[in-house]
């Protein structure tokens, strides 16, 4: 079973529409993170967390609101969906070490959401 | 600001050629460096990395990666490459931004092997 997972895989909704993309991890990592990706614009961070009580706004967090209801589980929102938003969402997991560096991140398969 | 720079947007070369897709990053403080892969239809898998020792970073499916800090680059290279080492190829910095360890990409660059 993979570490990270992500639902839906693909998604098309209409704009002004409410959506929830899930991540859920195994991995037992404490730092969770969402991006999207866009062609030559390579990962840009939308929110994320390094535990259950903290949030971060990331680089491009504007329409876009997120929930971490557990360790392993951490949502992305879109409350209105607009046309720019279609885009590969990706969420990712990274491991807290005691220097409090995080090294790699290990990534979901990505949801692939279109916006019409 | 942190950044990275893909300074190729697309690379095309023949099966069994070498390859070296380049990568540049502007950091003033200590990073670590990062080389992921994504597949056709999948998620980001990590090729190498970089956080001390030895400039010469070698990872899977024979990439291996140079860290040069005076140049301020992390350039990967493959002696010979597959058909199968068609795929998007992402370079990434992971330093202290506002307190908080973060990591920033690149634009990627797109690896076609032909036949």
């Known amino acids: 079973d993979a570490d990270v997972t992500q639902t839906p895989r693909n998604r098309i909704t209409k704009t002004g529409k409410r959506i929830m993309l899930e991540c859920s991890q195994t991995?037992?990592?404490?730092?969770m993170y969402w991006y999207r990706q866009d062609p030559g614009l390579g990962l840009r961070l939308i929110y994320y967390s390094f535990d259950v009580k903290d949030i971060n706004k990331g680089e491009i967090s504007d329409g876009y609101s997120v929930s971490r209801q557990a360790q392993a589980k951490f949502s992305l929102s879109l409350e209105s969906a607009i046309p720019n938003q279609t885009a590969l969402y990706f969420c990712a997991t990274s491991d807290y070490s005691t220097s409090g560096r995080s090294y790699e991140q290990y990534f979901g398969p990505g949801t692939r959401l279109t916006v019409t | 600001a942190q950044s990275v720079t893909q300074l190729d947007s697309q690379v095309p070369v023949f099966e069994e050629a070498p390859v070296e897709l380049r990568c540049n990053y502007s950091s003033s403080v200590s990073v670590y460096l990062f080389w992921y892969v994504q597949y056709p239809n999948q998620g980001l898998q990590l090729l190498l990395k970089y956080l001390s020792g030895s400039t010469l970073v070698k990872g899977i499916n024979g990439f291996e990666a140079e860290f040069n800090k005076s140049q301020t680059s992390f350039h990967l290279r493959k002696p010979s490459v597959h058909i199968s080492d068609t795929a998007e190829y992402f370079c990434?910095?992971?330093?202290?931004?506002?307190?908080?360890?973060?990591?920033?990409f690149g634009q990627g660059t797109r690896l076609t092997i032909n036949p």
């Open positions: 991995k037992g990592h404490d730092r």
């Open positions: 990434a910095v992971s330093s202290l931004i506002q307190g908080a360890q973060k990591l920033v």
